[in-house]
């Protein structure tokens, strides 16, 4: 069984770097896509981006120039780095794991969230 | 604000059959996925794609798509139903992903 724990700072200061690594038991990271989505006390899902085994990454436009993600495959873990946040940062973030194929997409497994608070 | 629009509450009475609809250009050229929510939970996928139903859903789920409309039904809703439902899908550019605004299902 598949499982996808978040972990990192629950309170970060305004200005600073957000922090957060997703670790994958169960299975591998590989052929997956992995995301990063949150949720904002009240308010909706936002997808924030994801990243392929090959490295390669595709972020909302709306973080691009803030947002970075990384894997380590050795660790099975992936990771996301917001830079220059603020209070609007403060929401529940949760880790996805994708399954893509031919006909069609999901999100099919997620880490129970991790909340992040910005303030000082 | 989301390219993708849903209505944001919808009720059923108990065993009926409710549809919730998610909107968006997008969806005349992708598929939808669909989560749901319950409070202080995960997401949990119900739905995605053409018709593929995740292994433990029930299959009182289903979902259909009809140009820019992807919808998402529940025939013979049950209390357990009672939930936030997002959609997902690309945004207008093709590129990135996108969620819905969501719905709130209440079963009377």
């Known amino acids: 069984q598949v499982q996808l724990q978040e972990s990192g700072p629950g309170l970060v200061k305004p200005s600073e770097t957000l922090s957060l690594t997703c670790t994958v038991s169960?299975?591998?990271?590989?052929?997956?896509?992995w995301s990063w989505i949150r949720q904002p006390a009240g308010k909706g899902l936002e997808w924030i981006g994801r990243?392929?085994?090959?490295?390669?990454?595709d972020y909302n436009p709306s973080f691009k120039s803030r947002v970075t993600m990384s894997l380590d495959t050795s660790k099975n873990q992936f990771s996301l780095k917001m830079t220059s946040v603020t209070a609007a940062d403060t929401a529940v973030y949760y880790c996805?794991?994708?399954?893509?194929?031919?006909?069609?997409?999901?999100?099919?497994?997620w880490g129970q969230g991790t909340l992040v608070t910005v303030s000082s | 604000s989301s390219e993708l629009t849903q209505d944001p509450a919808v009720s059923v009475a108990l065993g009926q059959t409710v549809r919730i609809t998610c909107q968006g250009d997008?969806?005349?050229?992708?598929?939808a996925s669909w989560y749901q929510q319950k409070p202080r939970q995960a997401p949990v996928l119900v739905f995605y794609?053409?018709?593929n139903r995740p292994s433990g859903i029930p299959d009182r789920f289903s979902g259909s798509s009809s140009g820019d409309t992807a919808s998402l039904t529940i025939t013979g809703a049950q209390a357990e139903d009672e939930a936030d439902y997002y959609c997902?899908?690309?945004?207008?550019?093709?590129?990135?992903?996108?969620f819905g605004t969501g719905t709130k299902v209440t079963v009377l």
């Open positions: 169960g299975g591998s990271i590989s052929p997956y896509y």
């Open positions: 997008s969806l005349r050229s992708y598929y």
């Open positions: 990243i392929y085994l090959s490295g390669s990454t």
């Open positions: 996805a794991r994708e399954e893509v194929t031919y006909y069609g997409s999901g999100f099919d497994h």
């Open positions: 794609g053409e018709n």
């Open positions: 997902h899908s690309r945004d207008n550019s093709g590129y990135h992903y996108v």
